[in-house]
């Protein structure tokens, strides 16, 4: 059976767009995975990390897959990794693309090396921005609150920039 995956991409290094396009291209390679839906792109400040970084562009991904979760993490990070984001990347440093499992169908998922659903999720309008425009009715498996309930629990604008 098919798992509904959603996954938050985001750049802030060299041509944010094209970045984030390659990634989608790459996604779209993946066997046994269809893209299903991509959000719009939203400008966001960049969360810690070096204080002289870039905007971030991010958008939120929904495809559908047969491959595990961890299966799925490690293609993820071959696709961060061939478009030259370092494996030991510092975290919250700059990066040319981020690829984030953020829920997978409403497992709940607890390991060393991955966490479902992520676990900032709730915390992050330029995750859930992206997310409720695409599933506004997609509820988080632990709080039990939609997308949308999250969202409006947060302050703040963030500014679509493309399709």
């Given amino acids: 059976m098919d798992a509904r995956v959603y996954i938050g991409i985001g ?9 984030i396009d390659k990634a989608m291209g790459l996604l779209k390679e993946i ?4 893209v299903v839906s991509a959000s719009a ?4 400040l960049p969360v810690g ?4 970084q870039g905007d971030f562009l991010n ?6 897959t047969s491959i595990n979760p961890l299966e799925l993490l490690n293609k993820l990070k071959y696709i961060e990794h061939r478009l030259g984001r370092p494996k030991n990347a510092e975290r919250n440093a700059p ?17 060393e090396n991955i966490q479902i659903p992520h676990p900032r999720l709730a915390e ?3 995750v859930l921005e992206p997310l409720c425009e695409i599933s506004p009715d997609l509820l988080h498996p632990e709080s039990k609150k939609t997308v949308r309930q999250l969202l409006e629990d947060l302050d703040g604008d963030r500014i679509p920039l493309d399709r």
Avoid: H
């Fill in 11 to 19: 750049s802030n290094m060299g041509d944010r767009k094209a970045n």
């Fill in 31 to 34: 066997a046994e995975t269809e």
């Fill in 41 to 44: 792109l939203y400008k966001s």
């Fill in 49 to 52: 990390g070096p204080p002289d």
């Fill in 59 to 64: 958008g939120a991904v929904l495809i559908k």
């Fill in 95 to 111: 990066r040319t693309i981020d690829l984030d499992i953020l829920l997978y169908n409403d497992l709940v998922v607890k390991g």
């Fill in 124 to 126: 992050r309008r330029f």
